[in-house]
């Protein structure tokens, strides 16, 4: 269930009270290796104040957007994804502040995106998710051992039968479709883990 609310909201606004937060630069510097290679200089990162209030820290120029890593959860979860899912991430990071559960949110985004209240893109738009241990990272340099990126391909209302994607994987690594027929019908790439993750 953490795993598959990480991928539904990505970040939470205000959460790190109590927590150290890192540097600026240095939520920058781990933030974008969520991002392809190339696309990582001129990304867009959101990230957290020393006062645990979360916004941009870098104004990007080419439709990435980053998202640093949560100072109050353990280990490294960082995130990238196009900017035409900013709406619907944003609506999940609001109604998450609100209090709402997991089931809550994912129906009000429904029941909005279906009103034309929230817009969702109308082409595949990627998500990446770039994570490691809490033993394999150091908030005070940034630096990671064992990172581990996976994939998600947001494919509103897309089902098995309209993609030929099965509802779960048959073999690690393997394409799979989850919340089909939703507006948040998504495809889940996770490539085998090395022995070492």
């Known amino acids: 269930m953490k795993l598959l609310f990480a991928i539904a909201l990505v970040s939470s ?14 939520q920058i510097k781990t933030a974008v290796l969520a991002a392809p290679q190339e696309q990582r200089e001129h990304a867009t ?6 006062e645990g209030e979360f916004g941009v820290l870098r104004k990007g120029t080419n439709g990435m957007v980053c998202l640093a890593d949560d100072p109050n959860q353990d280990g490294l979860n960082v995130s990238c994804y196009h900017q035409d899912l900013d709406a619907f991430m944003d609506r999940g990071r609001q109604l998450k502040k609100e209090g709402k559960s997991f089931q809550e949110i994912f129906d009000i985004r429904e029941k909005e995106v279906k009103a034309g209240k929230l817009k969702m893109p109308d082409q595949p ?3 990446y998710v770039y994570s490691t241990s809490k033993e394999k990272y150091n908030p005070a340099t940034g630096d990671i051992q064992d990172g581990y990126l996976r994939y998600v391909i947001y494919i509103p209302w897309a089902t098995a039968e309209s993609t030929g994607l099965p509802l779960k994987p048959d073999f690690e690594g393997q394409p799979w479709i989850m919340d089909p027929g939703t507006h948040r019908a998504h495809i ?5 883990k090395s022995v070492d993750n």
């Open 125 to 127: 738009t990627t998500l």
């Open 13 to 26: 606004a205000g959460c790190c009270i109590g927590q150290q937060v890192p540097d600026i630069a240095i």
């Open 45 to 50: 990162v959101m990230g957290y104040t020393s």
């Open 188 to 192: 889940m790439i996770s490539p085998p």
